[in-house]
């Protein structure tokens, strides 16, 4: 079964902690994605990556970046987190096969309450 | 005026009937459409894609494109109750490296036993 996985669930940090959130993917995607998901606001792209070691803003950058080492494994860091980054946080995938770049694959989901 | 539109609903169905959910979009050179299905505490997860004008059934799903109109559609026959969650619409504008999913907010479906 393909399969996007988060580490986390849910985490509580406290403002100006360093938050790490990785996501690993098992369907040799070359696509990878972070979004945030916040109500009335919908889904908002944080960083892409269309390839290893690559990574490109999205809409929404400021006070996160990203690592991708391996084709498998896009991390999003919050270097310091606040409380405007409580939210919940999806990272995704896809391939890049025909219109497949749009079909994407979501984790779970990582809910983050910084207090 | 937002790039893809949806009606936030929620939109009310009695279980057996027929659901239609819609979504218009601005760019005229978008190629590619997707329907995602959201339940409450969820991820997304993909339920139609559609690429050319006309109708792609799949199951009770049938979705419509009209790029003339610049609209698509989801249909649901024989909605369930387990039908009931949010149905976010997804067009992909651009190509290649320059290309770009643009979200709707998602549409509420209830499906009433």
């Known amino acids: 079964d393909v399969k996007v996985t988060q580490s986390s669930r849910y985490l509580v940090k406290r403002t100006g902690e360093k938050v790490f959130l990785e996501c690993v993917q098992d369907?040799?995607?070359?696509?990878m994605f972070w979004y945030r998901q916040d109500p009335g606001l919908g889904l908002r792209l944080i960083y892409f990556s269309y390839d290893v070691k690559m990574k490109e803003k999205g809409d929404i950058p400021e006070g996160y970046s990203v690592s991708r080492e391996k084709k498998e494994r896009f991390s999003l860091i919050l270097e310091s987190a606040s409380t405007n980054q409580t939210s919940m946080y999806l990272c995704?995938?896809?391939?890049?096969?025909?219109?497949?770049?749009?079909?994407?694959?979501f984790g779970e989901g990582s809910r983050l309450t910084v207090l | 005026q937002k790039e893809v539109e949806q009606n936030s609903g929620p939109l009310s169905v009695p279980e057996g009937a027929i659901a239609s959910l819609n979504c218009t979009y601005s760019?005229?050179?978008?190629?590619?459409f997707f329907w995602y299905r959201q339940y409450s505490g969820k991820s997304p997860e993909l339920i139609m894609s559609?690429?050319s004008n006309g109708d792609k059934e799949d199951g009770r799903f049938t979705a419509q494109l009209n790029k003339a109109s610049q609209y698509v559609s989801l249909l649901i026959r024989d909605s369930q109750p387990s039908d009931s969650a949010t149905y976010l619409c997804?067009?992909?504008?651009?190509?290649?490296?320059?290309?770009?999913?643009?979200w709707g907010l998602g549409t509420s479906l209830a499906v009433n036993p």
């Open positions: 559609i690429y």
């Open positions: 997804a067009v992909n504008r651009g190509a290649g490296n320059n290309r770009k999913l643009i």
């Open positions: 760019d005229r050179g978008s190629q590619s």
């Open positions: 369907m040799d995607h070359e696509n």
């Open positions: 995704a995938s896809s391939s890049n096969r025909d219109y497949a770049p749009g079909e994407l694959f």
